[in-house]
């Protein structure tokens, strides 16, 4: 079983809205994921609340062998970074 964290599309035509989901490869774009890891909206007026991300999920997914999408690496990346900014203030 190969895993891997990819997004998941949820919202409207007109209103995107994506899942951060660890699911199985071979399962197809509205497959049943085996967790939700989080949620991305593209159209979110402030940065803080684009990406929200459970860090330790997503910790223990990679640690288990799952691996991330291009996309789902970076948004991991820009989260992290927002939360040590957000700490240092």
Do not use: C, F
Not at 25 to 41: A, W
Request: aromatic content about 4%.
């Amino acid at each position: 079983m190969a895993v891997v964290l990819r997004l998941q599309r949820i919202g409207k035509r007109t209103q995107p809205h994506y899942r951060i989901v660890a699911i199985e490869k071979s399962s197809g774009p509205h497959g049943e994921p085996l967790e939700v890891l989080g949620h991305y909206n593209p159209k979110a007026a402030k940065v803080s609340e684009k990406v929200t991300i459970n860090g330790e999920k997503v910790d223990r997914w990679v640690k288990n062998g799952a691996k991330p999408s291009e996309t789902v690496g970076s948004l991991i990346a820009r989260a992290r970074k927002a939360e040590k900014a957000a700490e240092q203030k």
